[in-house]
């Protein structure tokens, strides 16, 4: 019926919780499969899917490839289903335990030609809270966003799979939801199907430059993205329109003002400085992602 597809790079631990909250899932095993894309990972992902694929009661499936980035991975892991849906989650979001049967319930409701897309409830510990509260880290308005979202696999396959030139960071579920509303699909949001998200409440301001590095990635990607569509909802979406207002922050100083602030303060460790350093590195990583695009 339905192949929850993971994939991952490098998050072994992490993915073990993920791989055994699946196996609490109030829906019958025999409906689902979670297939686990290994994209070249050098930490023990291997090991720990191997040793969970005889403990958990559903049908786990590893595939291995070398490192080629995620849209290779997706790609891999949608060619190697037979099941009608591909529910898409991360490595690193947990499933409530009513995750799939109420993605399947959608479809029952609504019929076949949407899209649907789950709450991704953030949390800062690596477990399933006794009751989501809702975040402003959780509001979206992406039509296709792979943290929970849902299809069927026929619509992936029309829509071309996923781009493999976004094998940087970023991108490639924005390009498949824009994909897939072409084809006619409509979005259905059920906050029942709840997936929630590890993000530590933690900045680990030392390893700064390989969070800009990142954003870096993301430009490049949005880049190519508007590059290939040119559209006034693909501008909107990358930003174009706001790249003006970044770039005069940029000339005025702000983003050497802001890294050597975070640079600063990287050993201090109270609420107030965290605080300051969470709004600090949010601009500044705007600044890096406008200064890229």
């Known amino acids: 019926m339905i192949s929850v597809q993971i994939s991952t790079y490098n ?4 993915l073990k919780e993920v791989l055994i ?19 070249g990972s050098t930490d023990d992902t291997q090991k720990v899917v191997n040793e969970l694929i005889n403990k958990v009661s559903y049908n786990l499936i590893l595939i291995n490839q070398e490192h080629k980035g995620l849209p290779f991975a997706r790609n891999n892991g949608i060619l190697n289903t037979k099941r009608k849906y591909v529910l898409f989650i991360d ?5 409530d335990k009513d995750l799939i049967i109420n993605h399947l319930k959608t479809y029952q ?7 649907v897309r789950g709450w991704v409830n953030h949390i800062k510990e690596l477990k399933i809270p006794e009751k989501p509260r809702f975040n402003i880290a959780d509001f979206s308005t992406s039509f296709f966003w792979t943290s929970n979202v849902s299809v069927k696999r026929e619509y992936i396959i029309k829509a071309g799979l996923f781009c493999e030139k976004f094998y940087k960071y970023g991108w490639e579920d924005i390009e498949m939801g824009y994909k897939l509303r072409k084809l006619g699909l409509k979005l259905i949001i059920n906050n029942q199907a709840i997936g929630y998200h590890y993000k530590p409440n933690t900045i680990n301001i030392s390893n700064i430059d ?9 430009a490049l990607s949005a880049k190519i993205y508007y590059s290939m569509y040119k559209s006034l909802r693909v501008k909107l979406a990358v930003g174009l329109h706001a790249k003006k207002f970044y770039k005069l922050l940029y000339d005025l100083g702000l983003y050497n003002y802001l890294y050597n602030f975070l640079a600063k303060n990287n050993n201090k460790n109270n609420n107030f400085t965290n605080l300051l350093n969470r709004i600090s590195l949010s601009l500044l990583k705007k600044l890096h992602y406008y200064k890229i695009l």
Do not use: F, P
Not at 91 to 95: E, I, P, R
Not at 109 to 115: L, R
């Open 109 to 115: 409701k609504y019929g076949e030609n949407i899209v």
């Open 21 to 39: 909250s699946l196996n609490n899932q109030t829906i019958d095993k025999n409906l689902y499969e979670v297939v686990v894309i290994n994209d």
């Open 210 to 218: 390989n969070i800009l590095k990142i954003e870096e990635y993301k």
């Open 91 to 95: 490595d690193d979001v947990l499933a």
């Open 11 to 14: 998050r072994a631990n992490t």
